[in-house]
Each structure stands twice: as structure tokens, then as C-alpha cells.
């Protein structure tokens, strides 16, 4: 595919429509073990240098590291203006040592890194100007697991199969065929819905989380996947669902869910804290109010600013 592949009326064009092609050894939210968000923000003054940079690293990186790691590049829509996010996909934490390698000894990566990108008679340079000091941020995302046990139905029949991955991968989580899924590659908008558990309903919140995606997935499978994660090497207890959709058109019917489904009305009925820590439903398993969503799509040579 290339990037004059056009998406539906109302959808956005996944990462997977440019330069990253279809290759089946390619990896994304679905299949990969351990997953790094990083995200910076651009200078309002230097968004298209920064965007243009955004791409040829990524380019570049996806061809040295194919096999190893996939990285997708995208902007946040709403939120943030200027805002971009990287998806670095990885089997295992080891494989973050070849990005190593390649900032020590790749000629390649040093030209893109620092080379002047910038007009002289704006002051030229290169990145370090075009992003804020200091706003570069990561967390590390590794797919939930160990409650499979609560609710067999709704995980894959395979999902014990032994896997070269840090965990076992997110796909597994929806019990769907992966012709029904979606991921970070192959969809045009991700919602990255983050939220912190209360410590005392650390496990009741995750029980919650598990089953609010059970139910998506299922009443949504082939147009919108929702996989769970947890936050690693960051703040405790603080879990992630990426939401994967082309289109608002979509998102519209997950806000439709609670009037139109009656198995995902039920849901937010039920009892998730047992009695004896006092009872209650899902809201008493969260600090609120820390539910926060972050909207990304994929960054694309030509695409419009949004402001």
C-alpha cells in the first residue's frame, strides 16, 4: 500500500497505508510483547520541519530494526496541539538494545538526527529546537494478563501456546479471530483511555477494565478492538486501553452501547468489590477523577495541520 491509498468517507488513514507496508512480520499493539509510547511536543514555530523529521526517523528506523521492532508515528487530534506519538512495538525489553546500537553506529540515523533542518534565517538546527525542552515523555505498556481465568469465553482457545514474547501478546485477550481485530497499525484513530486504580481495588479495577473490553470487543468486533494494558516501569497501578477505530462514525456506536446492548448495560450493574471490602460497583474501583483519553492518528507525508 502507499500513501495514495484513500480511507472510507468519515475514516482516518491507518499507519499501515504508508511506508510500514502490510508485511506479516510486522509488529503492533496486538502481537507485541512490550510496547514504549513516547511523546513530544513540537514548537507551534517549527510543526512541519517537526513532523517531517517525525517521518524520516521513523522510515529509516522501521527498515534497520524490521524483524526486531515496528514504530508508528502519530499526532494527537484531540488534546494537545502539536503533540506527537511514537507506538514502539517489541517482542521483549532486550530488543530496545538494537536502537542502541543504532544511535552509537548507524551513519544514516546520525544525518537525520543532526543535520540542520531548520532555515538559517530562522536560526537553523535541527530537532533539539523544533521540540519543547523537556517534554519528552515515556511510559511502557505491557498487555494485561493473569486474569484469564476470571471469564475463559471471552480469550482465545490458545492463549497458553508458548510465545517468544515478554507476555503473552493482546490479541489474545478478545477471543476474536484476528481477521475481527484491529490495532495500531491498521486503524486510522486510537484512543489511549488511561485511568489509576485505587490500590485497594487494584484487582477488582482490573476486572472491571478485562470485562468493559470483553464486552466491546464484542458487540463491536471487525469495526472497533479494545485491548487492556498495564503501565510498566512507571506508575503503579495505573492501566491503558487502546481502543482501535477508523473513523467518530464508530466511536459514536461505542457511546450507543450503554442504550442499545443490554448484555453491556448489565455490565455497569454489577457487583465488582465483594462484600467483605463493603461492596460496590466498578466507579469504587478508581481514583478519580483520573480516566483521561488521549486521541492519536497516524502521521502521513502530506497531511493536513489541524490548526
Known amino acids: 500500500m502507499t500513501d495514495a491509498v484513500s480511507p472510507a468517507p468519515g475514516a482516518f488513514l491507518p499507519a499501515q497505508a504508508g511506508p510500514l507496508g502490510s508485511g506479516s512480520d510486522l ?18 514555530a517549527f510543526r512541519s520541519e517537526g513532523r517531517q523529521f517525525a517521518r524520516d526517523l521513523v522510515d529509516h528506523l522501521n527498515k534497520v530494526v524490521e524483524g526486531v521492532a515496528t514504530i508508528a508515528v502519530h499526532e494527537e487530534i484531540l488534546g494537545t496541539a502539536d503533540r506527537l506519538h511514537w507506538l514502539i512495538h517489541m517482542k521483549q525489553p532486550n530488543d530496545y538494545s538494537r536502537f542502541l546500537e543504532i544511535a552509537d553506529h548507524d551513519r544514516s540515523f546520525k544525518e537525520i538526527t543532526e543535520a540542520d533542518r531548520i532555515k538559517a534565517e530562522q536560526g537553523a538546527g535541527n530537532w533539539e529546537r523544533m521540540f519543547v525542552e523537556g517534554s519528552f515523555q515515556e511510559r511502557v505498556y505491557v498487555p494485561q494478563h493473569g486474569l484469564d481465568d476470571h471469564d475463559d469465553d471471552h480469550h482465545d482457545d490458545h492463549h497458553d501456546e508458548p510465545s517468544d514474547t515478554f507476555v503473552p501478546p493482546a490479541r489474545h485477550q478478545t477471543g476474536l479471530p484476528e481477521s475481527r481485530q484491529r490495532n495500531s497499525l491498521d486503524s486510522g484513530l486510537t484512543i489511549i483511555r488511561t485511568a489509576q486504580t485505587a490500590f485497594r481495588f487494584r484487582t477488582e479495577a482490573r476486572e472491571f477494565a478485562f470485562a468493559w473490553a470483553a464486552e466491546v470487543n464484542r458487540a463491536l468486533g471487525g ?76 502521521l502521513h507525508a502530506g497531511a493536513p495541520l489541524w490548526f
Not at 35 to 44: E, K, P, S
Open 223 to 298: 469495526e472497533l478492538t479494545v485491548y487492556l494494558y498495564e503501565e510498566t516501569f512507571g506508575q503503579q497501578d495505573r492501566i491503558h486501553w487502546m481502543i482501535h477505530l477508523d473513523s467518530f462514525d464508530t466511536y459514536r456506536k461505542l457511546t450507543e452501547l450503554s442504550r442499545n446492548d443490554a448484555d453491556y448495560r448489565a455490565l455497569f450493574g454489577r457487583e465488582f468489590v465483594p462484600a467483605h471490602k463493603g461492596g460496590g460497583g466498578w466507579e469504587q474501583t478508581f481514583v478519580s477523577p483520573t480516566i483521561h483519553d488521549t486521541v492519536i492518528t497516524p
Open 27 to 44: 509488529l503492533h499493539s496486538g502481537n507485541a510483547g512490550f510496547i514504549i509510547h513516547r511523546a513530544g511536543q513540537l514548537n507551534h
